[in-house]
């Protein structure tokens, strides 16, 4: 099939949905705290908020966290409760995520009058790090990080450096706006994580491989700190569709290994492979744990280490 062929749309992405889950907007709809290597190489606690928000104005192809999302925007007040409950609930944390399904600087998702009180509740902490989409890169990122005495870190889905590829997902950004708003971040003292997509939709596995690996080196040529790499699977509806039609295949964990390996081996700042469901993206059960393991350990140490070997191998 040609790319050029394919009609990927905001309509056509929603015509593919399934209901939204039940979401009470008093508080997050999960949180948790996970070890993680800082860039001052430290590994420290980190707590995870997935806050309940309104949904992202972007709809993108390979996105299911509109599944716990609103259809409005939330009064003042709600996110700041939201994350005070979350907080309570975590203990010893040095870093914070704050992930609200969207863009943290999009003033119908969090609405800037919450900035202060958000930013008050999170002064003993060193890095705070939130998710945007580039288009929202702007001034109100300073305003936010003027009121913090942590770090801030803005995460940024740069997905694919493949031109085609990334004109698909329907992201509605090109690598050029995620250059240029890495640059505004980076000339602001704001550092940048970049989640890139290991074979996303229209790829076969090795150029999965290939992309992912591409997509590492040009965040970092960019001015990328580090860079989480997200193997993509269905369950949206419109990606479930597209594997029907042999167009989307999940990656393998060996790819997200290999990934990895490359990404930390240019040794140009810290490279995370996303664990979540690793199960998956793997066929055998005999180095499942082996594997995920593996991954664990190097996301960790940031280092190289030797290859599980299994007979699947063969």
């Known amino acids: 099939m040609n790319l050029t062929d394919i009609n990927i749309s905001d309509s056509v992405i929603v015509s593919h949905r399934g209901s939204r889950n039940s979401v009470d907007i008093s508080r997050p709809y999960g949180w948790f705290v996970e070890k993680e290597r800082t860039c001052s ?5 980190t707590g995870v908020i997935f806050l309940t928000n309104r949904e992202c104005p972007f709809k993108c192809l390979m996105c299911d966290l509109w ?8 009064p003042p007040g709600v ?10 609930k975590m ?14 600087f999009d003033s119908r998702a ?20 939130v998710e945007s989409h580039p288009a929202f890169i702007g001034e109100r990122c300073l305003s936010f990080r003027d009121l913090l005495r942590p770090e801030l870190e803005v995460a940024m889905g ?3 450096v493949n031109p085609m590829i990334l004109k698909l997902l329907n992201k509605k950004m090109t690598v050029d706006d995620f250059r240029r708003a890495t640059d505004f971040l980076n000339s602001n003292g704001i550092r940048v994580r970049a989640f890139i997509l290991l074979r996303p939709p229209f790829m076969d596995e090795e150029e999965g491989i290939f992309w992912a690996r591409k997509s590492i ?3 970092f040529d960019c001015g990328v700190e580090s860079c989480a790499v997200i193997p993509v699977r269905g369950g949206n509806g419109i990606m ?11 990656p393998s964990i060996k790819s997200l290994e290999k990934v990895l390996e490359y990404g930390i081996a240019l040794k140009k700042g810290r490279v995370f492979a996303d664990t979540w469901d690793l199960h998956l993206f793997s066929s055998c059960s005999l180095c499942l744990e082996a594997r995920k393991e593996r991954i664990n350990s190097m996301n960790l140490r940031q280092e190289i280490l030797p290859e599980v070997v299994c007979k699947c191998d063969t």
């Open 41 to 45: 190489g430290k590994i420290e606690s």
């Open 67 to 74: 599944k716990n999302t609103t259809q409005h925007t939330l």
């Open 79 to 88: 996110i700041p409760a939201q994350i005070r409950l979350a907080l309570e």
């Open 91 to 104: 203990n010893g944390i040095r870093q914070l995520k704050l992930y609200n399904s969207g863009s943290f």
């Open 110 to 129: 969090i609405p800037p009058e919450d900035y202060p009180e958000i930013a008050s509740m999170l002064q003993n902490l060193e890095t705070v790090i």
């Open 158 to 160: 740069l997905e694919t």
């Open 217 to 219: 080196e040009f965040a």
């Open 240 to 250: 479930d569709d597209l594997a029907r039609k042999n167009l989307f295949s999940p």
